[in-house]
């Protein structure tokens, strides 16, 4: 079964850090680019990073670019989300998602899909 497995989501105090991770299992990660995505309530789904299968080419929101970084491991068939100085905006459910080789091209692209990890951020 080919499947994408968020974790590493929880509930952080404002300025907090979390890290999430992005496991396949069933296919690897070698030859895909890998986008980290969050949606809160009410709102629309909004591409956080992008990081290309090769780690050469990633990219940011503008709403996380300098607090977030993204990473991969391929030998550990694992994408990761660094989230530092968190705010209670960044509060939403974040999902991965894997498409060919290269970040940019349509939302419509990606064509595996995590079951998303919740972040909360609060006081």
């Known amino acids: 079964q080919l499947q994408l497995v968020e974790s590493g989501g929880g509930l952080v105090q404002p300025g907090g850090s979390l890290r999430l991770s992005c496991a396949a299992s069933g296919f690897t990660l070698d030859y895909r680019a890998i986008g980290w995505f969050r949606q809160a309530p009410g709102k629309e789904r909004e591409r956080v990073s992008c990081i290309s299968s090769s780690g050469g080419s990633t990219n940011y929101a503008d709403s996380v670019k300098g607090r977030f970084t993204i990473s991969r491991d391929n030998a550990k068939n694992t994408v990761y989300l660094q989230m530092n100085s968190l705010k209670p905006e960044d509060t939403a459910v974040y999902y991965c998602?894997?498409?060919?080789?290269?970040?940019?091209?349509?939302?419509?692209?990606?064509?595996?899909w995590g079951q998303g990890t919740q972040v909360t951020v609060s006081s």
């Open positions: 998602a894997a498409r060919g080789h290269y970040c940019s091209g349509p939302l419509r692209e990606y064509n595996y």
